[in-house]
Nanobody, 117 residues
Framework: QAQLVESGGGLVQAGGSLRLSCAAS????????MTWYRQAPGKQRESVAQ???????NYADSVKGRFTISRDNGKNTVYLQMNSLKSEDTAVYFC???????????WGQGTQVTVSS
């Protein structure tokens, strides 16, 4: 059973930066893709950034140019570097991983990001 643990959230001022981490219990090559989602109060969960097994990346339009998803295969960890943060980025951020072999999606517990103005 795969386990994902997010960390790195906190309170920052608008214009500041945070780096979120998602540590997997096993090799991230078990996963076809890993995705960062976020959910703000009263809103549906939305996809923020994704990295595939092959290293391709995708971003939501709202974060393009500000957020970067990356990975460290040796540490079995995926990161989300968030720069130029805005108040509308405030949300709980979740890490998700899809295991293509098992056809199963795993979720972390979430980490809170709060951006003050």
């Amino acid at each position: 059973q795969a386990q994902l643990v997010e960390s790195g959230g906190g309170l920052v001022q608008a214009g500041g930066s945070l780096r979120l981490s998602c540590a997997a219990s096993g090799s991230i090559f078990n996963f076809n893709a890993m995705t960062w989602y976020r959910q703000a109060p009263g809103k549906q969960r939305e996809s923020v950034a994704q990295i595939t097994r092959g290293g391709s990346t995708n971003y939501a339009d709202s974060v393009k140019g500000r957020f970067t998803i990356s990975r460290d295969n040796g540490k079995n960890t995926v990161y989300l570097q968030m720069n130029s943060l805005k108040s509308e980025d405030t949300a709980v951020y979740f890490c998700s991983a899809f295991d293509v072999a098992a056809q199963k999606t795993y979720w972390g517990q979430g980490t809170q990001v709060t951006v003050s103005s």
